[in-house]
């Protein structure tokens, strides 16, 4: 079973591989072994935790494949743990936006990525290298460093590196606010600021 599995993720001679040690295979092949030992009991939900990190563009496309093909093969849900934008807009359906461990906007794929409301979310799109300028541009980086999961502010997470801070933003956590079809934020600034700021910045429209 276990060579078929290996054979089933893409690695070669799985039945002479299968006797092998984990040194004796490529950062790529470590990765679809750990696939291999996931779907090893037809899971309903396969949890991909930065399943592309640390590998070369060519490998990372390659674990994206075989992810995309064992969630077909076996009908599972994959919930995809990630900072990479390109796996998220390449795998996913829905996104989720975290930060200090809070929920800080949802929506589908999309949505996400064209229609984004939250100051973390066009953070993350800012410091994305853009191929469809002719122009080249400086990537936007998110100021400050992330906080003390520790001492995190009764109110939003992001509050101390926003750049549209308000007073409440450090007290109160906001209220879910439903700003599309299943897309949703939590955010102080209110929604017509929130697309006027928006509109300021080109790069994530």
């Known amino acids: 079973m276990a060579a078929e599995l290996l054979k089933r993720v893409g690695i070669p001679d799985a039945k002479h591989r299968v006797t092998q040690y984990p040194h004796e295979f490529s950062g790529g092949m470590r990765q679809r072994a750990m696939i291999a030992m996931a779907i090893s009991c037809n899971p309903?939900?396969?949890?991909?935790?930065?399943?592309?990190?640390?590998?070369?563009?060519?490998?990372?496309?390659?674990?994206?494949?075989?992810?995309?093909?064992?969630?077909?093969?076996?009908?599972?849900?994959?919930?995809?743990?990630?900072?990479?934008?390109?796996?998220?807009?390449e795998m996913s359906d829905k996104v989720m936006v975290m930060y200090g461990g809070r929920t800080v906007e949802y929506g589908p794929v999309d949505e996400i990525f064209y229609n984004a409301h939250?100051?973390?979310?066009?953070?993350?799109?800012?410091?994305?290298?853009?191929?469809?300028?002719?122009?080249?541009?400086?990537?936007?980086?998110?100021?400050?460093?992330?906080?003390?999961?520790?001492?995190?502010?009764?109110?939003?997470?992001?509050?101390?590196?926003?750049?549209?801070?308000?007073?409440?933003?450090?007290?109160?956590?906001?209220?879910?606010?439903?700003?599309?079809?299943?897309?949703g934020v939590h955010c102080h600034i209110p929604a017509?600021?929130?697309?006027?700021?928006?509109a300021e910045l080109p790069r994530f429209l």
């Not at 979310?121 to 520790?150: Q, V, Y």
């Not at 017509?192 to 928006?198: G, H, I, P, Q, S």
Request: proline share 9%.
């Open 44 to 89: 309903d939900i396969l949890i991909a935790d930065e399943p592309t990190t640390a590998l070369d563009v060519t490998i990372q496309a390659q674990i994206i494949e075989v992810v995309i093909e064992m969630q077909q093969a076996y009908h599972s849900g994959v919930i995809l743990i990630t900072h990479d934008l390109g796996v998220v807009a």
């Open 192 to 198: 017509d600021e929130r697309l006027a700021r928006r």
């Open 118 to 183: 939250h100051p973390y979310t066009w953070g993350l799109l800012g410091s994305l290298p853009r191929l469809d300028l002719a122009e080249k541009t400086r990537l936007t980086p998110i100021r400050g460093n992330p906080p003390d999961l520790m001492l995190l502010p009764e109110g939003c997470p992001f509050s101390g590196r926003c750049g549209y801070e308000r007073p409440e933003c450090r007290a109160v956590w906001p209220q879910l606010e439903i700003v599309g079809p299943e897309h």
